[in-house]
């Protein structure tokens, strides 16, 4: 639909007649044949505009065609103090005098009409000036700042730039003084150093701290720069090298990470005696795997500990502020330090333990025994059910030797007419004195020891005393 059309429309429903005119005279309009819809200032209004565009929305529609909300509008006389200028006079009071008295609705601390009491910033007096009428304030100057959409959202609005020019020279003051220090020490140190025809320790320390007067050219930079050796990248090989993905191809071998191109299992951990044969995984054979047994095999093998161990003792005394101990500068003094170290770690361990000793005692408990009075003494036997060694600590061979070594003493008890096979457990043990066991006598429902005829299974054998009441 047209802005003609858009223009013409009520807010009402039309009848289907209106409603026809209307898209007639729209028609018309397009063709040409009827001239066109005015606006309110006399302009002739495309009628080829679509609705969309033409119709005003419904907080800015004044009831007239046109396309006044299409343009820009001028600003306000509401809007016109929100500019950067404009903006809240913070701590500045008004010219007018501070009053002479107490006024009703004034702040009870300080007397100023301008704020009520929980909002004033003055030191809270023993007596405000309601009570006492001395030392009233005067009203702080309230601007009254509207701003517009933009300027209540920009977070620069009310910023002062001369602020922070004022920051800058104070630090700029700061770096000039500092700059002037360092000059007079420098001047200070070439006046004790003495004067020489060659460039003497003093002037050269000046270079060193203000730089050579002789400045490189761009060229000589960059032949510098290409002459600079390059840091290598980490884990590469050298191309006639095998791989570290192609020396195992079992896909249960250990993992490689082509991102940090490490390997840190060992590849052949798994590998069988038939690696390297036909129809293996394994292209390499076994004779090779030596050559690599993985990056963490590098890594904690040898001395790698004992590096690693000095490097983190040089860091850590840098960062306790002895900067002598360097490990890559100075590797040397760096290992003589920590040996000193250790020794005067060791050193104090051995003067704490003592002290503590000498403080609290117990030292035959730190007093441990010989190695083989600590291991195991018994040896572990298995038996099976008719007393047969199954298991013995020998092995197999142990235990057919024990086995046969049991037939023979049970064949010699038969022979005797001794009594049955014996087993794993103990047997012919009688506790508490009695020459029975428990439940060998049975007696109204309960089972007892028949060489005392007692019920309690802990009771003391007491048969030479109740033999002659038994009989």
Same mark, same amino acid.
């Given at each position: 639909m047209?802005?003609?059309?858009?223009?013409?429309?009520?807010?009402?429903?039309?009848?289907?007649?209106?409603?026809?005119?209307?898209?007639?005279?729209?028609?018309?309009?397009?063709?040409?044949?009827?001239p066109a819809e005015l606006d309110s200032d006399g302009n002739a209004i495309n009628p080829h505009i679509p609705q969309f565009m033409s119709k005003a929305p419904w907080y800015m529609d004044t009831g007239k065609a046109g396309l006044h909300h299409q343009r820009k509008r001028a600003p306000s006389p509401t809007t016109s103090s929100s500019s950067s200028a404009a903006w809240y006079a913070r701590g500045q009071t008004s010219s007018a005098p501070a009053p002479k008295k107490y006024?009703?609705?004034?702040?009870?601390?300080?007397?100023?009409?301008?704020?009520?009491?929980?909002?004033?910033?003055?030191?809270?007096?023993?007596?405000?000036?309601?009570?006492?009428?001395?030392?009233?304030?005067?009203?702080?100057?309230?601007?009254?700042v509207r701003l517009a959409y933009e300027a209540k959202r920009d977070r620069w609005n009310g910023y002062d730039a001369e602020r922070h020019r004022g920051i800058m020279r104070e630090w700029e003051g700061v770096e000039e003084a500092r700059r002037r220090r360092k000059a007079l020490e420098l001047d200070t140190k070439k006046a004790g150093a003495g004067e020489t025809g060659d460039k003497t320790k003093a002037e050269k320390g000046i270079e060193d701290e203000l730089g050579s007067s002789d400045e490189e050219s761009a060229e000589d930079a960059e032949d510098a720069e290409a002459r600079r050796p390059r840091a290598a990248v980490r884990n590469l090989r050298i191309r006639e090298d095998t791989a570290k993905y192609l020396r195992n191809l079992d896909p249960d071998s250990a993992y490689y990470d082509p991102k940090t191109r490490s390997m840190r299992e060992n590849p052949y951990a798994t590998t069988s005696a038939t690696s390297g044969s036909e129809g293996s995984s394994n292209p390499v054979a076994p004779s090779n795997a030596t050559a690599y047994a993985g990056d963490n095999f590098v890594r904690y093998s040898g001395e790698s500990r004992e590096v690693a161990k000095k490097e983190v003792f040089a860091w850590e005394a840098e960062a306790r502020g002895n900067l002598r101990a360097h490990f890559q500068a100075n590797p040397t003094q760096a290992a003589l330090m920590y040996e000193e170290f250790r020794e005067k770690k060791e050193e104090r361990r051995g003067a704490n333990r003592a002290k503590v000793l000498e403080t609290y005692g117990g030292e035959e408990h730190l007093k441990a025994p010989a190695r083989e009075l600590r291991m195991l003494q018994e040896a572990y036997v298995e038996y099976s059910r008719d007393g047969r060694v199954v298991r013995a600590p020998g092995?197999?061979?142990?235990?057919?030797?024990?086995? /046969? @070594?049991?037939?023979?003493?049970?064949?010699?008890? %038969?022979?005797? =007419?001794? *009594?049955?096979? $014996?087993?794993?457990? &103990?047997?012919?043990?009688?506790?508490?004195?009695? /020459? @029975?066991?428990?439940?060998?006598?049975?007696?109204? %429902?309960?089972? =007892?020891? *028949?060489?005392? $005829?007692?019920?309690? &299974?802990?009771?003391?054998?007491?048969?030479?005393?109740? @033999?002659?009441?038994?009989?």
């Open positions: 047209s802005s003609s059309a858009a223009g013409k429309y009520k807010s009402g429903k039309l009848s289907r007649e209106d409603y026809k005119k209307q898209k007639d005279l729209e028609e018309a309009r397009k063709a040409g044949t009827a006024k009703r609705g004034a702040c009870e601390n300080c007397g100023a009409m301008s704020h009520k009491t929980k909002q004033c910033v003055e030191r809270p007096r023993k007596r405000g000036a309601r009570w006492t009428g001395e030392d009233m304030r005067a009203n702080e100057e309230i601007t009254d092995g197999s061979a142990a235990a057919a030797a024990a086995t /046969a @070594a049991t037939d023979a003493a049970e064949k010699a008890e %038969g022979a005797e =007419g001794a *009594a049955a096979v $014996r087993s794993r457990y &103990r047997e012919d043990v009688h506790p508490m004195n009695h /020459a @029975a066991v428990y439940g060998s006598w049975w007696c109204d %429902g309960q089972w =007892g020891y *028949a060489c005392c $005829r007692q019920l309690p &299974r802990n009771a003391y054998c007491t048969a030479s005393a109740s @033999a002659g009441r038994l009989k």
